[in-house]
Nanobody, 128 residues
Framework: EVQLQASGGGLVHSGGSLRLSCVAS????????IGWFRQAPGKGREGVSC????????YYVDSVKGRFTISSDNAKNTVYLQMNSLKPEDTAVYYCAALRSYYRGSYYYTTPAFYDYWGQGTKVTVSS
């Protein structure tokens, strides 16, 4: 059974930090890119960051560059999203998802329809 288990969300003040985790199982981790998306109330799902588990590709949306860091522990089939200097506009439900690694480029990294598997989401709330 394919599973992506996202965790680590919570309530923090503006400027605070959180680390999200995404544990994958049921598929070949190295064959996939793991991406983080977020969805704020009343808005569409936005691609935030992704990391390839087979090479050095990493992507960040401009709004999180310099604040968020994505990393992967292939031995644990886990991807982390370290979020620092959080802002109220980062408030959203964050989802992790798996994209086949042969896709290349930000268009694919940020388009939900190309992802094969999705986790259940973890809520991040940043108060001002």
């Amino acid at each position: 059974e394919v599973q992506l288990q996202a965790s680590g969300g919570g309530l923090v003040h503006s400027g605070g930090s959180l680390r999200l985790s995404c544990v994958a199982s049921g598929f070949t981790f190295d064959d996939y890119i793991i991406g983080w998306f977020r969805q704020a109330p009343g808005k569409g799902r936005e691609g935030v960051s992704c990391i390839s588990n087979s090479d050095d590709r990493i992507y960040y949306v401009d709004s999180v560059k310099g604040r968020f860091t994505i990393s992967s522990d292939n031995a644990k089939n886990t991807v982390y999203l370290q979020m620092n200097s959080l802002k109220p506009e980062d408030t959203a439900v964050y989802y992790c998802a798996a994209l086949r690694s042969y896709y290349r480029g930000s268009y694919y990294y940020t388009t939900p329809a190309f992802y094969d598997y999705w986790g259940q989401g973890t809520k991040v709330t940043v108060s001002s």
